[in-house]
C-alpha cells in the first residue's frame, strides 16, 4: 500500500467545476490538477476569465467543484460532513482584492472578531489581536476604523485578522489588485515574512506575473479554466513551453506591438550576466544591426534576471547562424517566439 506523503499540503486531481445559466452550461474549470507543499508560496497566474477565482474557492468548498478530488493536509474534502467541513475551513484563512473588513468596527474588533466567534474570551481575544497588529505594522491604528485607513493598510488589517485564526493555509484572492506598485511590495513583502515565521502555505491568485515573480516558489498558468503549465517561477521565467505563459511573460513589460518580418529571439539573462553586451557582440560578429524590440531587469525571489526581444533579419541563413551563435553562450537562454505581439 502506498504510504501518503505528508510533505504534501494540498492535492487537487482532475477538477472541473461547471455553472449553470440561461445560456447554457460555462465550464469554469476542465481537469485541473496540481500539489501544492507545505511551507511553500505556491503562485496561480492567468488573464481575465481563466477560472483562477473559481479554483481558489473550490479549495475551501466555497464553491463545490462538479468533479475531482482535493485533499487538504491528507484529508478529503469532498468528504466531510458539514460540522468536520466547517472546522477544516478555520485552518485555511482568506484574504481578498476587496478586504472585506467590517467598516463599523474598529481595526481591533475587526481582528477580534474570527476569534470571538471561536469562543476565545474578549481580555484574550484583544490581547492576541494587538500582537497581530504589530506584526503587519499597525498596532497604532487599534482604534481606528477602516474608512480612516489607506488601502494597503486595510489589508494588513485583513492579513492580521486571518493571522488571528491560526491557520495552515492562507488562500490570496487578487489580495494586491487593488494597491499601487509601492503598497504591493510591502504587502508581498509581509507575506513572505508570514510564511517564514510562521510556516504558513500560501496560495496566491493573481494576474500579474511580477507578484508571481517577486514571492513564489512555483506557480501555475492556467487558461480558459485548464491548466497550460507549472513549474519553478525560475524555469517559468527561463523557458516559458506554453503561448499562455509566455503573453503573460511578455506582456510584464507593458510593450504591446504587431511585429512582421525576421525571427525574433527571446534572451533570458542570469543576475551575473544581465551587463553582458550579448547583443553588441552579435552585431561585430555579423557586422549585421539586430532589432530590440524590447527589454527589462525584474526580480524573481529577490534575485535578478534580465529578458531581452530582438528581431534578426530576414535572411534566413544568418538568422540561423545568429542564433547558433548565441545558443553556444551558455550564460544565457535563448528561445524562439512565433507569438510575440
Known sequence: ????????????????????SKSGTVEA????????RKGEIFGIIGLSGAGKSTLV????????????????????????DERSLREKRRKIGMIFQSFNLLMQATVLDNVC?????????RKTARAKAMSYLKVVGLEEKARAYPSQ??????????????????PEILLCDEATSALDPETTKSILKLLKQINRDYDITIVLITHEMAVIQEIADRCLVLEDGRLAEENTVEELFRHPKTSAARRLIFNSTNQVRSMSGGKILRIAFEETNTTEPVIANLILEFKTPVNILESNITSISGTSRGQMMVQLPDDEKLAEKMIKYLKENRSIVVGEVNDYE
Open 113 to 121: 472578531f474570527p476569534m470571538k466567534i471561536a469562543g476565545t474570551g
Open 29 to 36: 474549470l476542465n481537469d485541473v490538477s496540481f500539489e501544492v
Open 57 to 80: 474557492r473550490c479549495l475551501n468548498l466555497l464553491e463545490r467543484p462538479s468533479r475531482g478530488k482535493i485533499v487538504i493536509d491528507m484529508e478529503d474534502m469532498l468528504s466531510l
Open 149 to 166: 485607513l489607506s488601502g494597503g493598510q486595510r489589508q494588513r488589517v485583513a492579513i492580521a485578522r486571518v493571522l488571528a485564526g491560526n
Open 1 to 20: 500500500m502506498k504510504k501518503p506523503n505528508t510533505d504534501l499540503m494540498i492535492q487537487v486531481d482532475h477538477l472541473s467545476k461547471t455553472f449553470e
